[in-house]
C-alpha cells in the first residue's frame, strides 16, 4: 500500500487521455493513408506504369512523345520509336525538384527546357539516326540518382 503515486481517479482518467490522444492520432493519419494509397499504384510499379501521379500518361503518339519525370525517375525508361524522324518531347514534372531532360547520341545532343513541379515544358528533336540514344535528366545529379533511360529507333 504506501503511499501511491497519483489518486485512483486521477489515473483512471490519465489512461482514457491516452486512449483519446491515441484516437486522435489515428484519425489524423487516416486522410494521409488515403492519398497515399491513391497515389501509390502509379509510383510503385503496379497498375499502369506509364501513368503519372497527374493523370499524365508516357509514351508516343504519332512524332509527340510524353515523358513523365519525378524524383528521380523518368518515365519511359526504355522508350521505343518505330522510325528517325523529329520528335517532339513534352516533359512533364511530376516531382517536388526541378528536372529536364537531355538526348544524347548518334551526334545529337539536345537539352529540354528546365521545368518545376506541376509544369510542362516541350522540345524538339531531330533524331536521323536509327539506333540507341541515351537520356537522362541534367540537372544536379539527378542522373546517378535513376533519372536516366534509353530511346531505341528502328
Ligand atoms: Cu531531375
Redesign the pocket.
Known amino acids: 500500500m504506501g503511499e501511491p503515486g497519483a489518486p485512483p481517479c486521477s489515473s483512471h482518467h490519465g489512461v482514457i487521455g491516452v486512449c483519446f490522444r491515441a484516437m486522435k492520432r489515428l484519425l489524423l493519419l487516416i486522410p494521409f493513408a488515403v492519398l497515399l494509397a491513391g497515389c501509390g499504384g502509379t509510383s510503385g510499379g503496379t497498375g499502369s506504369p506509364n501513368q503519372g501521379h497527374l493523370g499524365e500518361t508516357a509514351g508516343v503518339i504519332g512524332n509527340k512523345v510524353t515523358i513523365i519525370?519525378q524524383d528521380?525517375t523518368v518515365t519511359p525508361a526504355k522508350l521505343k520509336l518505330p522510325k528517325p524522324g523529329t520528335y517532339t518531347f513534352e516533359l512533364h514534372n511530376e516531382?517536388a525538384?526541378?528536372?529536364?531532360l537531355e538526348i544524347e547520341g548518334n551526334g545529337v545532343e539536345k537539352k529540354g527546357p528546365q521545368i518545376t513541379f506541376g509544369q510542362k515544358g516541350s522540345f524538339t528533336v531531330d533524331l536521323k539516326k536509327a539506333g540507341k540514344y541515351e537520356m537522362y535528366?541534367p540537372?544536379d545529379s539527378?542522373k546517378s540518382l535513376g533519372?536516366t533511360g534509353t530511346i531505341t529507333i528502328g
Open positions: 519525370l528521380f516531382g525538384q526541378t528536372h529536364s535528366c540537372v539527378h533519372m
